[in-house]
C-alpha cells in the first residue's frame, strides 16, 4: 500500500518535495515511479527510481529541477521538486512495481497511491 503525501501550493520558482510512504517487507525490491494527471489531460511519467537507486529515470520535463531518490529503511521515497512552474500544477501519484528494472510506463505498474496536489501558482 502506498501514501503520497507532501502537495501543496506553492508560488512559481518554489519548491515542494513529496513523499510516497509504502508498506510491505519487500518495499527494497521494488521499483518507484511518480505520475502525474493534469485536469483534462492523461497521466504522465514524471520520475522513477530502482530498489538499489542506481539507476533513475525523468521526464523531460522534470530534468534538471527534480529529484528522486529512496529511503528502503523508512520505505519511502520522495520527489524534490524546484524551480516549479505552473505547468506543473497536477495531482502527483505514485506507484510500485516489484522488478529491478526502471520502469516508466503507467500500465506497468500494479500499485498506486492514492494521489497528492500540486497546485503552482504563477
Known amino acids: 500500500q502506498l501514501q503520497a503525501s507532501g502537495g501543496g501550493l506553492v508560488q512559481a520558482g518554489g519548491s515542494l518535495r513529496l513523499s510516497c510512504a509504502a508498506s510491505g517487507r519487500t518495499f527494497s525490491l521494488y521499483t518507484i515511479g511518480w505520475f502525474r494527471q493534469a485536469p483534462g489531460k492523461e497521466r504522465e511519467f514524471v520520475a522513477a527510481i530502482t530498489w538499489s537507486s542506481v539507476y533513475t529515470r525523468y521526464a523531460d520535463s522534470a530534468k534538471g529541477r527534480f529529484t528522486i531518490s529512496r529511503d528502503n529503511a523508512k520505505n519511502t521515497v520522495y520527489l524534490q521538486m524546484n524551480s516549479l512552474k505552473p505547468e506543473d500544477t497536477a495531482v502527483y501519484y505514485c506507484?510500485?512495481?516489484?522488478?529491478?528494472?526502471?520502469?516508466?510506463?503507467?500500465?506497468?505498474?500494479?500499485?498506486w497511491g492514492q494521489g497528492t496536489q500540486v497546485t503552482v501558482s504563477s
Open positions: 506507484a510500485a512495481r516489484m522488478t529491478l528494472a526502471v520502469v516508466t510506463t503507467s500500465d506497468e505498474y500494479s500499485n
